[in-house]
């Protein structure tokens, strides 16, 4: 069977508001819908931030509590990843969610810029973000925003404060940031393999470069991640539905492929484990992301959305 591709979704993050785009789930009651409709068609891990009733984003444990109820009760076995991203909070407020226990957090390993700021994190506001979830048994996604970041992941994990296997996030697009680009997104695959060679990755684009990022990840045999924190945009007119129209074609293109896919999967599988790393292997072997299919036997087209790749570069 073919390597399982997880698809994170990543519905709100800090930044995107309703007035850049109202399909931007902000509150919990937002939030949870957008999350199940997205696990119904096939995300098995939902990113979350949660915000302030003014949209602000926030590191609020109670908010977060409130939203995993929601998530556990409707979208039963999808894996909760919960953000301690700096834009929510400072310092060890960032991290103050993690005694609920979810099955896992972000943890950017180091700093860097964002467009309009530096995104720190200090050597030991990780040490003490990667002790708490070694303490609570939450799998971190390391969040690589940068090459020194894989590296700086291999080396937690050599010296046990980060258990193994990792599951890296390789983050490019932001503004100041990596860029999209693809050598290097071949280099990250490399170094890490090298580095740690039992390690998942996931590939994240942010803006424009979104579904570059999904089809680059889901061709090199990684795992992807979608949602309107990344992109709120469909294209350069349009803004993303909040579900996007892609979803059904998805759905459908995953059912001609593989006959294991149905629903009755996630059931099995959510009676196992919950960590990406080590659950019973998930026999998606074709997802659609925008209007293309990618399958094992290589790369087609739905024909059902409009499309604005270039199939001839996906071989
Ligand atoms: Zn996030």
Not at 192 to 217: F, M, T, V, Y
Request: neutral net charge.
């Amino acid at each position: 069977m073919s390597k399982p591709c997880i698809i994170c979704v990543a519905i709100t993050g800090s930044l995107p508001r309703k007035e850049n785009n109202p399909a931007v789930p902000v509150t919990l009651d937002e939030q949870v819908e957008s999350t199940q409709a997205a696990f119904e068609a096939g995300a098995s891990i939902a990113h979350c931030h949660v915000r302030n009733d003014d949209q602000s984003p926030s590191s609020d444990p109670d908010r977060f509590a409130r939203l995993m109820e929601g998530l556990n009760t409707h979208c039963p076995g999808m894996i909760i990843q919960l953000s301690t991203g700096g834009r929510s909070g400072a310092g060890r407020e960032r991290g103050a969610m993690l005694p609920l226990k979810p099955d896992m957090a972000s943890l950017a390993v180091g700093s860097n810029n964002f467009p309009t700021r530096v995104y720190e994190n200090s050597p030991q506001l990780v040490e003490w973000l990667a002790d708490e979830m070694l303490a609570y048994d939450i799998k971190p996604e390391i969040e690589a925003f940068d090459l020194s970041h894989i590296h700086q992941a291999a080396t937690l994990a050599e010296q046990g404060k980060i258990k193994a296997p990792l599951y890296v996030q390789f983050v490019m697009g932001v503004k100041n940031a990596m860029p999209v680009d693809k050598p290097t997104f071949g280099f990250y695959i490399e170094t890490l393999k090298r580095l740690a060679p039992d390690a998942h990755w996931c590939g994240a684009g942010i803006g424009a470069n979104q579904l570059i990022l999904n089809e680059w990840s889901i061709a090199a045999g990684g795992h992807t991640r979608t949602g309107l924190e990344d992109n709120v945009r469909w294209d350069k007119t349009s803004l993303a539905p909040p579900m996007p129209p892609w979803w059904s074609g998805w759905r459908s293109c995953v059912r001609s492929t593989s006959a294991r896919w149905p629903p009755g999967n996630r059931r099995a599988r959510s009676s196992g484990s919950r960590r990406p790393d080590d659950s019973p292997q998930r026999p998606l072997t074709a997802v659609t992301i925008g209007c293309i299919a990618i399958c094992t036997e290589g790369f087609h087209k739905c024909g059902i959305h409009r499309c604005s790749f270039d199939h001839r570069n996906l071989a």
